[in-house]
């Protein structure tokens, strides 16, 4: 059975487009298999603490003395415990001023500890969460894949960074962009978004059977 964790981060509710690409993406691996195991985590609607003086030590390995530290602790174990039980996950990322949302940087501060999801050994750092797969469904309103704007993409290269440094490297983005080029423009690139993770839907389940 595959397991998929989903990871919201949009400020906007329903209208928020990476949400709708996402859900649309559950209802494509529920139709196809009712089985699969979804795990749903919407940082944006239920945000995350960002670290604090009072929390940074903990998840950086330090003795936990405050009621907060230990609360960091835990949220930050059961995040871990989330992502290491996925074998796909989905993060579904609007551009917010040229990098991701700052609700999703709370989950990648928390996930990202050091001897747990990584470690620095004498040839450099190295991933500890090996094995997966994952699907990066990003929502932009400008065009930042490609042309002048491209320089200003602080969002794709960021994560594909903190992604790796924990050892997923096997990452599809799939970009929902110029979506605010006028109606024409946002339906095209929803509708090819959803084409797209139809057919990787497909894809993953044919590799899970």
Known sequence: MTKVLIIDSAATGEKSVSRKLTNEFAEQLRSREPRAEII???VGRAPIPHLTEETVGAIRGAPGDTE???AALALSDALIA???GADLIVIGAPMYNFGM???LKAWFDHVL?????FRYTSGGPEGLVRGKRAIVIE????LYSEGPAAGMDHQEPHIRTLLGFMGVTDVTYV????LAFGPEAATAAITEAIEQLDGIAQTELALAA
């Open 68 to 70: 907060a530290a230990a």
């Open 82 to 84: 989330e992502l290491k």
């Open 113 to 117: 500890r050091a001897g747990i999801t």
């Open 40 to 42: 749903r985590r919407d």
């Open 175 to 178: 970009r929902a962009e110029k």
């Open 101 to 103: 949302p700052s609700t």
């Open 139 to 142: 929502a932009r309103a400008g």
